[in-house]
């Protein structure tokens, strides 16, 4: 183990849909997404009030980018594969 630090800022966009108010309430109700960032699961029925998702890793939308991890994992000298 080392005493390195690695830093990086992996930017995830969504861009969420125009919704009626019903709409949004529906959604709360059928998803229940209150512990979720923004109030919406892209992996579940969110991707439905969804519009766009911009970014280079997906993962980073729910709190851990892994293309990135895989990198800092390498540049530490451990083989994920």
Same mark, same amino acid.
């Given at each position: 183990?080392?005493?390195?630090?690695?830093?990086?800022?992996? #930017?995830?966009?969504?861009?969420?849909?125009?919704?009626?108010?019903?709409?949004?309430?529906?959604?709360?109700?059928?998803?229940? #997404?209150?512990?979720?960032?923004?109030?919406?699961?892209?992996?579940?029925?969110?991707?439905?009030?969804?519009?766009?998702?911009?970014?280079?890793? #997906?993962?980073?939308?729910?709190?851990? #980018?892994?293309?990135?991890?895989?990198?800092?994992?390498?540049?530490?000298?451990?083989?994920?594969?």
């Amino acid at each position: 183990m080392t005493e390195n630090m690695q830093v990086e800022v992996v #930017p995830y966009i969504v861009q969420f849909k125009n919704l009626s108010d019903i709409q949004i309430e529906n959604y709360l109700i059928k998803e229940q #997404p209150y512990n979720c960032a923004g109030s919406a699961k892209s992996e579940g029925l969110g991707i439905a009030i969804i519009e766009k998702m911009t970014g280079e890793d #997906p993962n980073a939308l729910i709190g851990l #980018p892994l293309i990135k991890l895989v990198s800092m994992l390498e540049n530490e000298s451990i083989s994920v594969i």
